[in-house]
């Protein structure tokens, strides 16, 4: 795993420079409502939230981020709340994306607090392990293999950050919301 992530440093500071461009689609704000819609919705009291899972995750994060030569992410509830309240809407209303079906996106959900602002999301079906040691690796070792979230986890802007892994059952999503202060 380690020997993956160092192969790939190099290139991911050249993608954390770089800017990503999303255009508008036509039609896709009526056809996610029309997803969400149809999708089955869960009562909030159904999903759980154990802060020692985001406390795990944002140590082995930090672990990748140090075997990689970067300083360690320092914790921000403001993102962390942001990461918290974007997973707990996904799992509730059952979606996967970025924005929410409205079109709400990061920068809405972190009022100003950062200039850059990435975040890395995470989707468990039938997760059979929820100790928070185990699931943090879990979570980690899935965003060390995807290029583009591996690239906010080594992004050497980013100087904060906030975790959040919300369950329903065995289901459950992680959001970790990144902040920098100074863009590359």
Known sequence: MRAYIYAFSVAVLALSA?????????????????????APQVAPEQITFNPAHAEALMIAINSEREFSGLPPLIWDP??????????????RRNYFDHASPEGAGLHDRVDGAYPLLR???????NQPRWEPESLAGDVAAAWSSDLSQLSAVLDPSVTHAGAAIVRRSYDGRAVMVFGGRVSM
Do not use: C, F, N, Y
């Open 18 to 38: 770089s800017a990503l461009v999303i255009r508008d689609v036509p039609g896709a704000e009526a056809e996610a409502k029309t997803r969400l819609s149809s």
């Open 78 to 91: 403001t993102l962390a709340a942001a990461a918290r309240g974007h997973a707990e809407d996904m799992e």
């Open 119 to 125: 975040q890395t999301m995470w989707e468990a079906r």
